[in-house]
């Protein structure tokens, strides 16, 4: 019976798909709509001089509106924005 229910919980662990390190980008999309919208909009993503202008920038970018926010995001959190970002505004 022991053996039988932990058979059954390996399978339920396996069956869910395992998203790994790839980034979420609904759930940074709407960590950004939630949070990010206060000091500017989408535009500031899209503007003409916009200042980042790499990957790497933008997440470091991502990081910095967050602190200042104090939000206290996770590595996650923040990749999944960036990513959202990314996709949508800034095609690096
Ligand atoms: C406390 C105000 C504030 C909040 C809240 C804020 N930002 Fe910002 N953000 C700024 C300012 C100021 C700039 C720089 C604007 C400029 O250079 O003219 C900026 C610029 C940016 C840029 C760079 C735009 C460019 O020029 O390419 C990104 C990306 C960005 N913010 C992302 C975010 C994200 C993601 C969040 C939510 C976690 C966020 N911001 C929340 C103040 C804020």
Not at 15 to 37: F, R, T, W, Y
Not at 40 to 62: A, E, F, I, P
């Amino acid at each position: 019976m022991k053996n039988h229910s932990y058979n059954l919980l390996f399978a339920i662990m396996f069956a869910i798909p395992v998203s790994g390190m790839a980034a979420d980008i609904s759930h940074g999309k709407s960590l950004q709509q939630e949070n990010c919208m206060s000091c500017h909009d989408d535009g500031v993503y899209t503007r003409n001089d916009r200042r980042v202008t790499t990957l790497d920038g933008l997440s470091k970018q991502v990081k910095r509106c967050e602190l200042t926010l104090g939000l206290q995001w996770f590595d996650d959190d923040i990749n999944d924005v960036t990513a959202y970002l990314n996709e949508s505004f800034y095609k690096f």
